[in-house]
Structures are given as structure tokens and as C-alpha cells.
């Protein structure tokens, strides 16, 4: 037990001591913000950008109201142009593109006939944009045809809005649900990227280890088991201490913005906030508000320990394996043969995040990859901000237990045969016998 603790403090120690560990701890955040205020900026930018397109309307059911300007899209009529000179100066101008409406006997054929020239392919929204105005104006032209009032049709246009409600009477809002989604996502891909980042690292260190011949003097007096164990346990520590510390980052971030908005935090997240502070709030950041009031009803503390649970039991599952595929291999190169198959379970549970969870939270598809404990720790994460049932997160930490112990006995009779082979590339088959040796 002592050398296993020996182990674990050596690589703790030896990672938070990197000073690309010390460096990334407190500039990811900032990396984070920044890459989002960015992405804003140049969304927001690319909006700016004025589009001008023309139009030849040879049908004469277009009037000029429809084509009216926005704040990103100029119209102007090149009718009495005619559309072969249209093109040409669309193509030799600062022009977006050319809309051509040509004359036909009927709607339906005239609907179909529409053509759009343009030097590069155009957005999918302004081609939506444009579509949608012709729908509209073709659909009002068949309804007069049919002898139907426009206004009439106008008029009878309403806009609903369900309210949500559990059974507890607790309300809920299309809002909420976006920050569930929101909160969900990033949660799965963070802990994605960290098994990633300190599963591979334990792979280093142990070909490391392993090419410069210091494993065999480690395990002279420390058995490979402990080893192996030490090594994974000392990277989770390291990756634990730096979540805790974007924790009181973002602890000191959250005292910050209720000081400037006048809220008290306790009063914030206890849901006593009173009208003069909301009204305090709107004042500073507008709508804001709003999303920073649903912000306090998500889970956090709940969130907060299953996701350390998850992250533990998910980087334990895989860092095993990759530790095993480090002592089995000589070099880096030679981890692609075993990466993929690694890899797959946790790119599958990204993706069955996005693509179901995000749509259905409670569909038998979630619920089935988030029991699956290669894929558990992001599914489940992903799902826990829409409310699980206790019995089902249970059974979920459960499966994920068993099969790390099974991993982690699997990977220790890998690694305590592969530590010490040189000079071969091993394969599968290799692998297999090295599980079954007994010696």
C-alpha cells in the first residue's frame, strides 16, 4: 500500500509540476471564453455583411413589396434589364446573385421554374429566405384564384404557447430546456476530451518508461499491478485538481457578476430573488436575466458529483486500457492498431448524445447507452440535466464498477507480460495469450 502511494504521489507531483499542466489549468478557461466570444464576433460580422441580389421578375406577380430590404439583404429590380444582361452584371459587379422568375401559363409550373445565378454557392438561409417569400406570395395568388379572402386568412393566424408543468406543479420552459441541452452537451464533450487527454498520457509515460528500460527497475521492487494502478490514480488526482480549480475560477466569476448585478448569491440560487433585484438585472445585461434566472433551477450539486463519479469511473475504464497498450507496444506508432477500437465506444457515445439524447433524453436509445459503461459516463452526463430516476443512475455507476474491475484485471495481466517485451510489434493474438498467462 505504501508503494502504491509512492506511485500515485510521483505521478501527481510529475503532472502538476509540467508547465504546460500549470498553463493550461488557468488559461482553458480563457481559451474557452475567448473561442466563444470569437465565434460570436464573426457570426455576428458575417451578419453585417450586406448581400445584394437582383431580381428579373418576367411573370409580373412579384411587386416590389415583397422584395423588401433587410438589414443583411438588398433587392433590386433588374426586370427591364432582362436576365442575360442581369447576369452579366451580377457576374462583373459586387453582387450576391441573381433571382430569375420567368413567365409561365400556371403557379404550379411557375413554382418549379425559378432560377438563382450566383459566382459562389449561396447560403442555405437566404436561399430559405428567398423560397419562403415566393411560397407566401404563390400561395396568396392560388388562394385569390380560388376565391378565398386574403385577409380573411390573415386574420384567423394565432400564436399559441403551451405552458409546461411537471406533476409536482414545478414550471418548466422551452428556455430551461435549451440549458439542459447546453449544460448537457458540454458536460459529455468535457469528459470526452479529458479521458482522451490523460488516458493517452498515461500511455505515454508508460512507453516512456518502458523505452528507457526505467520500468524494469521499477518493478524490481513494485508489483506491475501497483504500478499500472498508481499511474492512473496519480493522473486522475492531477485532472481532479484542475477541475477544482476552474471550480473556484468560475465560483469567483459567479460573486463577481452578482456583485455587479446586485444580487445576492444565496438569495440567487435559493429562488428568493425579489422584483427590484430582477429589475436591477435587466437593467445591466437585458434578456439575459432570464437565462441567468433558469440558470439556478439545473441540478448543479447533482451534476456536480456525478459528473467527478463518471469522470473517475470513465477515465479508470479507459486509462487502463490505455495504460495496457503502452506497456504492450515500444513506440507511439505502434498504438494505432489499438487505439481504434478504444476510441469507437467513446466517439459513439458523443454521437448518440448529440443525435438522440438532445432530441428524446428518456428514449430507449439514451437510456440503453447510458447503462453501457464504455458509453455510460458521457450519455448518462448528458441526460442527468433532464432528471433521471435514482434507480437508474444506480444501475448505471453499478455496470460502470463491474466493468472497470474487469478492465483493470484485464489490462493488469496485459500489462505485467508486455512491460518487459522488446523488439516486437505485438498483435492481437499476442494479447490474448498474454491475458491467459498464468506465470
Known sequence: MKRLRLIIERE????VRNKSFIVMTFLSPLLMIGMGALVFFLMKKNDEKVKKIVYVDESGMFSKDIFKDSK?????????LGIEDSKKKVEEGDYYGALYIPKQ?????????IEFFSKDSPSMSIMERLEDKIDKELRHKKLTNFGIDIAHIEESKISSEIKMFNFSGEKS???INGLKIGVGA?????????????????MRSVIEEKTSRIIEVIVSSVKPFQLMLGKIIGNASAGLLQFFIWGILFLIVGVVVSLVLGINVTEFYG???????????????????????????LPWLKMFFLFIFYFLGGYMLYSSLFAAVGAAVDNETDTQQFMMPIMLPLILAVYVGFATVINDPHGPVSVIFSYIPFTSPIVMLMRIPFGVAWWEIAISMLLLILTFMVIVWIAAKIYRVGILMYGKKPTYKDLWKWIRYNG
Open 12 to 15: 501527481f507531483i510529475a503532472k
Open 72 to 80: 443583411t439583404v438588398k433587392y433590386e429590380d433588374f426586370t427591364a
Open 105 to 113: 401559363d400556371s403557379i404550379e409550373v411557375l413554382a418549379k421554374s
Open 173 to 175: 420552459s422551452k428556455l
Open 186 to 202: 458540454i458536460a459529455g464533450y468535457l469528459l470526452m476530451m479529458f479521458v482522451m487527454i490523460y488516458g493517452t498520457s498515461v
Open 271 to 297: 429562488g428568493k430573488l425579489n422584483a427590484d433585484q430582477i429589475e436591477s438585472a435587466k437593467s445591466v445585461i437585458g434578456d439575459g436575466t432570464n437565462v441567468l434566472i433558469e440558470v439556478r433551477k
